[in-house]
């Protein structure tokens, strides 16, 4: 079963795991309210229990930079009929697009994977893998042994990410799944780092 947002947020706050600014909003002035506080551009999405690939069912609408934008994005969502579903509103984040993820294996127990995401997760399958618990120690060495690892270091005048911190969340995360038997899967994709700014902008928890 898909953990519920505000249960995935409890998760991830409790475990240190920073996410991008989001918000379940009931109606349109809500949204507009909460843009104006976190300052465009926002995403939103349509989210649901029984929904996994928000993207690929249409249901998500990026780069909203105006309240005019927010306001059709809103309707074109709503006139979706999906048993349960919510409008989640969010904080547009960039960087270093990465993956974090966790599956609880029937010999290993819960594994860990990371990888820079997009076409490095989707092509290039530059995916690194831990058995948890994961240290922040061994949390570094992941980092490192990623082919695009010279990415994260701050390739062609982009902002270097901060791999401590980085190894720090990767650390929280395994601690999460350690920590919570009933958790088989984790799928944090997309990550985005710029500097030290690193925020899970879509959380999965099964």
Sequence with gaps: MLLGFEKTKELLEKYHIPMAESLVIESAEQGIEF??????PVVLKLISNDILHKIDKGLVRLDIRNENDLTVA?????????KGAKL????????????????????????LSFGLGGIFVEILRDVVFGICPVGKEQALKMIKSVKGYEILRGYRGQAAVDIEKLAEILANISSLAIGNADVVEIDFNPVFANGSDILVADAKII
Aim: proline fraction near 3%; charge should be positive; hydrophobic fraction near 40%.
């Design 88 to 111: 989640l509103s969010q904080k547009q984040v960039s960087g270093v697009e990465l993956f974090i993820g966790m599956k609880r294996d029937k010999s290993f127990g819960p594994v």
């Design 74 to 82: 809103r309707k074109e969502l709503s006139s979706f009929h999906v």
């Design 35 to 40: 843009a104006r506080r976190v300052g465009f």
